[in-house]
């Protein structure tokens, strides 16, 4: 599965933006404050670690990839980039099969609102989760945009 995703990641890049790679390498930027212990909780005790992955993330991963693993895998950042992307690479295939090339939009909206929140990037809805997509997803971007800046200065 991973061999196969790594041949279509560079179609899932957004010029502008990152490659999926990329994303999940940056996610511990915007979830947890710089150099805090990998054993950090969150959410009330339910995210883990410095993805902050919560139950229902892992209960994806088991489903997406068969591999049953317990919640606390989350601790470890290793582990937790490749839950990240083996969820990311599932959902970003449903927005290539809707039609869509995957963006940084839709892969926040899926981290921070589940599978199928990709999908209130084409289509919002005035709600309370809404609201919150739209604020993660500006905290993000401070951290991403930083990534892009530094990025852009070491290109030749």
Request: charged fraction near 20%.
């Amino acid at each position: 599965m991973l061999c196969l995703a790594s041949t279509l990641v560079p179609q899932w890049s957004n010029a502008k933006t990152l490659t999926l790679d990329e994303f999940v390498k940056l996610i511990p930027k915007w979830e947890t404050p710089e150099g805090i212990h990998p054993t950090i909780t969150g959410d009330n005790g339910h995210a883990y670690g410095l993805y902050q992955i919560t139950q229902i993330m892992v209960e994806d991963y088991r489903r997406i990839t068969g591999n049953q693993v317990a919640h606390v895998v989350a601790f470890d950042p290793v582990f937790s980039a490749r839950i990240a992307q083996a969820v990311l690479e599932h959902y970003s295939r449903q927005i290539l099969e809707a039609g869509y090339k995957p963006t940084t939009r839709h892969w926040l909206y899926i981290w921070n609102g589940g599978g199928g929140a990709w999908k209130r990037v084409h289509n919002p809805v005035n709600d309370q989760k809404q609201f919150n997509l739209e604020r993660y997803t500006k905290r993000a971007l401070i951290h991403i945009n930083k990534y892009n800046e530094e990025k852009r200065r070491q290109s030749p």
